[in-house]
């Protein structure tokens, strides 16, 4: 399994994450656990909002079937969403919905914890009162954001003494905007539209990790592009390559963001435990520079 350093941290991690949407409607949630340590996963990604907290209670009682320690484990959580509601970065709600979160987990502390989407009402000062109480209490070792632009990561920064590690993004072969607008840059199209602040060079600038988030999906939860019909030509050339680098097309999407060098992760969300050993084994694929523009173009996009 290939690792990256987390952030500015010196903290090693695993480039490919466990995301733990789903795992409520896993059969043996346990065996997922256990696969996706046993292929040297060893970072899970949870937040309060999934399955309404129901996802963090079935990790813990899975997790306690195991034979793993909680030292074994890096355990990431997010909190700031409201459900249908409302965005909520106050003080108050940050610090109960990690207190609930640790409840749910059962654990005395989550390694990390990110600000979900972002909260327009925020107010920097209680977001770093927050922070500071968690850091202080021991109940959080690393902050970040998620789904988060460069200016409004800054202003969080004017008041939060924590260094933000990392921001979770959608981000994939068919969700490459990211990318594209760097590509296209002078040019009048679509795709050269800045629409998230030049996230990518500022990641690569600030030390932030990516955490691409439903690599596999395009649009917004629209479906999966590996396999469907609508992309005939991006689906040919992964099992093209896939054979070519002994792997599959999802192995292979997946190596198509680790390729690159802003030392991403990937959140692979799938319960299916032959899906996880796949993506694992993947991580340390490392393609060419033609591979890697090849299956650019075949998703649909165009070198200017």
């Not at 990561?153 to 990211?178: C, D, R, T, W």
């Not at 030390?207 to 479906?223: C, D, K, L, N, R």
Request: with cysteine.
């Amino acid at each position: 399994m290939k690792q990256i350093k987390l952030g500015t941290s010196d903290q090693l991690v695993s480039a490919v994450v466990l995301g733990c949407m789903r795992i409520n409607g896993a059969e043996k949630p346990e065996q997922v656990i256990d696969t996706a340590f046993e292929n040297g996963i060893n970072f899970f990604d949870h937040a309060d909002i999934y399955g309404q907290g129901e996802c963090e209670t079935i990790f813990s009682e899975a997790l306690a079937k195991t034979s793993l320690q909680r030292e074994d484990l890096f355990i990431q959580t997010k909190c700031g969403i409201v459900p249908g509601v409302m965005f909520d970065f106050s003080k108050k709600h940050i610090i109960e919905s990690v207190e609930n979160s640790l409840s749910r987990l059962k654990m005395d502390y989550v390694d990390a914890l990110l600000l979900h989407r972002p909260d327009t009402l925020v107010e920097p000062e209680e977001v770093a009162a927050a922070f500071d109480e968690l850091e202080q209490s021991g109940k959080v070792r690393y902050f970040g954001v998620s789904n988060q632009k460069p200016m409004q990561i800054e202003l969080l920064k004017k008041y939060v003494k924590q260094p933000l590690v990392a921001n979770q993004l959608q981000f994939g072969l068919k969700h490459s905007g990211m990318i594209d607008q760097g590509i296209h840059v002078n040019m009048t199209d679509q795709a050269s539209i800045d629409r998230d602040g030049s996230v990518l060079d500022y990641s690569r600038l600030h030390e932030m990790t990516i955490q691409a988030w439903s690599p596999y999906q395009y649009g917004f939860f629209e479906g999966v592009f590996i396999g469907n019909e609508k992309f005939p030509e991006l689906n040919q050339k992964l099992a093209e390559l896939a054979e070519k680098y002994h792997t599959t097309p999802t192995g292979l999407s997946s190596a198509w963001i680790l390729r690159h060098p802003a030392s991403m992760q990937v959140i692979a969300g799938t319960m299916n435990l032959s899906r996880i050993a796949e993506i694992a084994r993947a991580s340390t694929i490392e393609l060419s520079r033609e591979d890697w523009y090849a299956l650019y173009q075949a998703a649909g996009n165009i070198l200017p």
